[in-house]
């Protein structure tokens, strides 16, 4: 089961919005709505922003939203903050009843 | 509140095996499935199994198996992930978290570093 792919870094202003793609296979991103978003910073453990494509848990920020087209979903990050900077990884369920990471993106707020 | 404990850092020789438990508690120890994530260093996530507590079943990413086991104690409410014929490519942080939704994970362990080195 190959890495879901997204690009390794993304930036933007404060007060922009940016997206990270996720693209995968039918056999995962595609085959169910079940991609989920993870923030990272350094040395810490990973957070849930979204679940099931477009989901957000209690008390993760509006700015936060997913989508998915096919095989291919997008965290948008709206009205970029200092925050925000960090590792994001996508995960999808897969339809051998496993899952699969994102190769990582890292975000820079400029 | 929920938590989830891990086991402490291992240093292991190349060939052996690794032992890491995970203690989860604030929640009733068979409603949610445990995964095991890990992490080299300066890596990306790599998922690498689930299991549920209830049952005992568990699943693993194909590249670990064959060396790679999850069993749990229902007794003393703890998960543990044993990994065997450690090799360098092995050397990282190896997360338990909780299976929340349908297909989300919530509360993550602390992380346990296994390094291996000869």
């Known amino acids: 089961q190959s890495a879901l792919t997204q690009p390794a870094s993304v930036s933007g202003s404060p007060g922009q919005s940016i997206a990270i793609s996720c693209t995968g296979t039918?056999?995962?991103?595609?085959?169910?709505?079940?991609v989920s978003w993870y923030q990272q910073h350094p040395g810490k453990a990973p957070t849930l922003m979204i679940h099931?494509?477009?989901n957000r848990p209690s008390g993760v920020s509006d700015r936060f939203s997913g989508s998915k087209s096919g095989n291919t979903a997008s965290l948008t990050i709206s009205g970029l903050q200092a925050e925000d900077e960090g590792d994001y990884y996508c995960?999808?369920?897969?339809?051998?009843?496993?899952?699969?990471f994102g190769t990582g993106t890292k975000v820079t707020v400029l | 509140q929920v938590q989830l404990v891990q086991s402490g850092a291992e240093v292991k020789d190349p060939g052996a095996s690794v032992k890491v438990s995970c203690k989860p508690s604030?929640?009733?120890?068979?409603?949610?499935?445990i995964h095991w994530v890990r992490q080299a260093p300066g890596q990306g996530l790599e998922w690498m199994s689930w299991?549920?507590?209830?049952?005992?079943?568990?699943k693993c990413a194909q590249r670990f198996q064959g060396r790679l086991t999850m069993t749990r104690d229902t007794s003393i409410s703890t998960i543990y992930m044993e990994l065997s014929g450690l090799t360098s490519d092995d050397t990282a942080i190896y997360y338990c978290?909780?299976?929340?939704?349908?297909?989300?994970?919530?509360?993550w362990g602390q992380g346990t570093l296994v390094t291996v080195s000869s």
């Open positions: 299991i549920i507590p209830n049952s005992g079943d568990s």
């Open positions: 604030g929640y009733t120890f068979t409603d949610h499935y």
């Open positions: 978290t909780r299976g929340k939704y349908r297909y989300a994970y919530d509360y």
């Open positions: 995960t999808s369920y897969t339809t051998i009843k496993t899952y699969v």
């Open positions: 039918s056999n995962d991103v595609g085959g169910s709505n079940s």
């Open positions: 099931e494509v477009n």
